[in-house]
Each structure stands twice: as C-alpha cells, then as structure tokens.
C-alpha cells in the first residue's frame, strides 16, 4: 500500500498541486450577473401543424456566474432557448414561458430571468394548394419587340405552410427576367417566389424554366 501512494509521488504532487489551485482561482472568483441576447429554437412542432405568428429568433438572459464562467468564450454557442412544442394538440394561440428549464446554460452559470419571459405563438393546420406561376419582367419589353409567345414549365406549384398564410396567396411570381435585345428566342432558368416567409415551394430548389419569343413591331 505504502509503495503505490509513494509511486510516481511527484507527479501525483504535481497534479494535486494544479488541482488545488485551480479551485482556489475558481473559488476566488467573485459572482457576477451578465445579461445576452439568446437564440431561440423551436423543436417537436407537431407533424400536422405550422407556426403562422412572426417568430421571435432571440431573447435576453440574465444569469449569474463567476467572472471565468461568464467570459465571453464560455456562453459563445453553449447557451440556447428551447421551446418545446410537443404539447400542442390544438390549433390557436398558445403561450409558452421561458424558465430555467428550458434555457440551456454551461455548467456553473444559474438563470436568473429572461425578456420577453413568455413567447405566444400561434398555430395552424399545414395545408397545401397549387398556385400559377405569374412571369415577372426586370425592365419594359426592349424598344421595337413584343411579346409573341411565353411557356412557363411548370405554369403552376404547389405551395405549403399555414392554413391562413397560404390562402392569402394566389400566385407566386419568377424572379424578374431581363430581356436581350436582339434575341427573339430567349429562354430563363428562375426560382418562384411565394411572397410569404412561413410559406414555403415543394420541392424548396425547385427551377422555373420559361422560354419567351419576340416579335418586332416594325
């Protein structure tokens, strides 16, 4: 017994010798509070309901630490809001408050309070629709041409999101075209633009082709 505890010793001394004071320099530290903008994530939306609301991406955290625990190193990346939104089971308003338990923290730093301290969000049925594709141009149609003919592929899509945000969308538009002079078969490769940020195109990378011919006027 007394060979192991004096094997190595002065290693051993070593490291109990570091170990000590890196807990005085911990203890020593005086607590401090500090108050950071907190981002916000949104987990376990339930698979037939959408978030219609405007969502608010961050909060501020007040919490209290160690001057060491507090730095700047430490709260980058470890810190989060969580909003768990397992429990809905209905459509509507639902209010959500932010407490220690659902604010991630690193070890040795305690919550004390949040602004705003509750989240109120609302939610709706997903629902689906088809909506035509509306060609939009950058600039008039170029001096002395017409448009003789245009083909959009695919002329409609289908768009998904928040019951009453979808149904508020008639169509979607490409994104604008610019025309060439000169070139009475010209064809564009674009994205459709649903106008609404909670609503979103299926499939999301999908590419609009539209072919428009020119014709001149004289």
Partial sequence: MIRLLTENLGLKLLSLAVALLLWLATVGEPDMTTTIAVPVQYRNTPVNFEISSDLIDSAFVEMKGSSGRLSRQNL???VVIVVDLSGVRHP????FSIQAENVK?????AFLRAVPSQLRLRLEPRVMRDVPVVVRYADPVPDGYTIARQEVSPSTIRIVGPESRVNAISRVQSD???LAR???EQT??????AGDPQVRVEP?????TVKVGLAKTR
């Avoid at 923290?105 to 730093?109: A, I, K």
């Fill in 105 to 109: 923290l690193p070890p040795g730093v």
């Fill in 204 to 208: 999301t990378d999908l590419v609009v």
């Fill in 176 to 178: 604008p075209l610019e």
């Fill in 76 to 78: 980058a990346n470890n």
């Fill in 182 to 184: 000169g070139e009475e």
């Fill in 92 to 95: 509507g308003d639902h209010t």
């Fill in 188 to 193: 564009f490769h674009v994205h459709p633009f």
